[in-house]
């Protein structure tokens, strides 16, 4: 059991934050062993076929099992929507004894495998190449995808944040995971290691992923940022190659087009994601989208660069109704 306890500050401190690097090297678990994870087998088996001829051995090593695995591989971003970049050049910049340590302490009761050895004897030069590494997984497997799968992991954070308006603290961790428990200040999570973090003014975050699932993922070592990488909501729809089609009775309410519109935001899209999964133009899936949000079944929410569309409650509850009629 892992035990964090918050200080007078800390929970006002609670920060959300996604993060491209923590994504790129938990989904390379996911090819390691894809029946583990059959929701992402349509992605693992593309992925596995583009990266054949490149040697992913010192990236599993770095996260070995049920054991602690070094920080330094995916450090807790500082801001809420990091960039791939920004994170490797935090990355890099590890202190080198940092860096062995850390690599040290992850196989300490066990041998350390000889792809390893770099990181020990020569710590700067080794992380170099693990940051050239990883760009060339990414730009490989993830890059293409990560739209979609930044839509779902922004979708994440602003339930969560509605959560925590709603319900404060409790309702918010209530509904983190299962292993996730709240009470009078102490965040309990449900792990083989025992441990007791002590938060004092420091705030906690959080990191939602569409790769960590079933598991929550905890970063608690000296200096890093406590972190809790949990899994995102939404992940079982992600790779689906088509949208079910909306039920007859609300498509005699809405329109067909405008009714298949409020069902493909059950995740977080912008127009051009729903113009295309609907096979709409951009005007025509905006038009749809503004009489909605007009009629309080959609809220829009800006990020970036980008405005992002969500079913509101009213609109969960109308297609829910739809949804019940028909059993």
Same mark, same amino acid.
């Given at each position: 059991?892992?035990?964090?306890?918050?200080?007078?500050?800390?929970?006002?401190?609670?920060?959300?934050?996604?993060?491209?690097?923590?994504?790129?090297?938990?989904?390379?678990?996911?090819?390691?062993?894809?029946?583990?994870?059959?929701?992402?087998?349509?992605?693992?088996?593309?992925?596995?076929? !583009?990266?054949?001829?490149?040697?992913?051995?010192?990236?599993?090593?770095? !996260?070995?099992?049920?054991?602690?695995?070094?920080?330094?591989?995916?450090?807790?971003?500082?801001?809420?929507?990091?960039?791939?970049?920004?994170?490797?050049?935090?990355?890099?910049?590890?202190?080198?004894?940092?860096?062995?340590?850390?690599?040290?302490?992850?196989?300490?009761?066990?041998?350390?495998?000889?792809?390893?050895?770099?990181?020990?004897?020569?710590?700067?030069?080794?992380?170099?190449?693990?940051?050239?590494?990883?760009?060339?997984?990414?730009?490989?497997?993830?890059?293409?995808?990560?739209? =979609?799968?930044?839509?779902?992991?922004?979708?994440?954070?602003?339930?969560?944040?509605?959560?925590?308006?709603?319900?404060?603290?409790?309702?918010?961790?209530?509904?983190?995971?299962?292993?996730?428990?709240?009470?009078?200040?102490?965040?309990?999570?449900?792990?083989?290691?025992?441990?007791?973090?002590?938060?004092?003014? =420091?705030?906690?975050?959080?990191?939602?992923?569409?790769?960590?699932?079933?598991?929550?993922?905890?970063?608690?070592?000296?200096?890093?940022?406590?972190?809790?990488?949990?899994?995102?909501?939404?992940?079982?729809?992600?790779?689906?190659?088509?949208?079910?089609?909306?039920?007859?009775?609300? %498509?005699?309410?809405?329109?067909?087009?405008?009714?298949?519109?409020?069902?493909?935001?059950? =995740?977080?899209?912008?127009?051009?994601?729903? %113009?295309?999964?609907?096979?709409?133009?951009?005007?025509?899936?905006?038009?749809?989208?503004?009489?909605?949000?007009?009629?309080?079944?959609?809220?829009?929410?800006?990020?970036?660069?980008?405005?992002?569309?969500?079913?509101?409650?009213?609109?969960?509850?109308?297609?829910?109704?739809?949804?019940?009629?028909?059993?």
């Amino acid at each position: 059991m892992i035990t964090v306890r918050f200080g007078a500050d800390a929970l006002a401190r609670v920060r959300f934050a996604i993060s491209p690097l923590i994504e790129s090297q938990l989904s390379v678990r996911v090819l390691a062993d894809p029946g583990a994870q059959a929701l992402h087998l349509p992605w693992a088996a593309e992925a596995r076929r !583009q990266t054949a001829d490149l040697d992913l051995g010192v990236l599993r090593a770095l !996260q070995p099992e049920d054991v602690y695995s070094p920080d330094f591989v995916h450090p807790p971003p500082a801001g809420p929507l990091a960039e791939l970049e920004d994170e490797l050049s935090l990355m890099v910049a590890t202190p080198v004894e940092q860096v062995r340590n850390e690599v040290r302490d992850s196989y300490r009761d066990r041998p350390l495998p000889p792809v390893l050895q770099p990181f020990v004897e020569h710590p700067g030069d080794a992380v170099i190449a693990l940051a050239g590494l990883v760009r060339a997984y990414w730009d490989r497997v993830l890059a293409s995808h990560w739209p =979609r799968l930044r839509a779902l992991l922004e979708g994440d954070v602003l339930h969560r944040a509605r959560r925590m308006a709603d319900g404060g603290a409790e309702r918010l961790f209530a509904g983190i995971d299962p292993t996730v428990s709240w009470e009078r200040g102490v965040l309990r999570i449900d792990k083989r290691a025992e441990a007791t973090v002590d938060l004092g003014e =420091r705030g906690l975050l959080f990191v939602p992923s569409v790769f960590v699932w079933p598991a929550v993922v905890l970063i608690t070592a000296e200096p890093w940022q406590p972190t809790i990488i949990y899994p995102a909501r939404g992940v079982g729809t992600l790779w689906e190659p088509e949208r079910p089609q909306p039920p007859e009775a609300l %498509a005699a309410l809405l329109g067909r087009s405008r009714a298949a519109v409020l069902l493909a935001l059950d =995740r977080p899209s912008t127009t051009t994601d729903l %113009a295309r999964a609907r096979g709409l133009s951009a005007g025509g899936a905006s038009q749809h989208l503004a009489v909605l949000r007009d009629a309080g079944l959609v809220r829009s929410h800006r990020t970036g660069r980008s405005v992002l569309y969500l079913r509101t409650a009213a609109g969960d509850d109308l297609l829910d109704a739809v949804i019940s009629r028909r059993r």
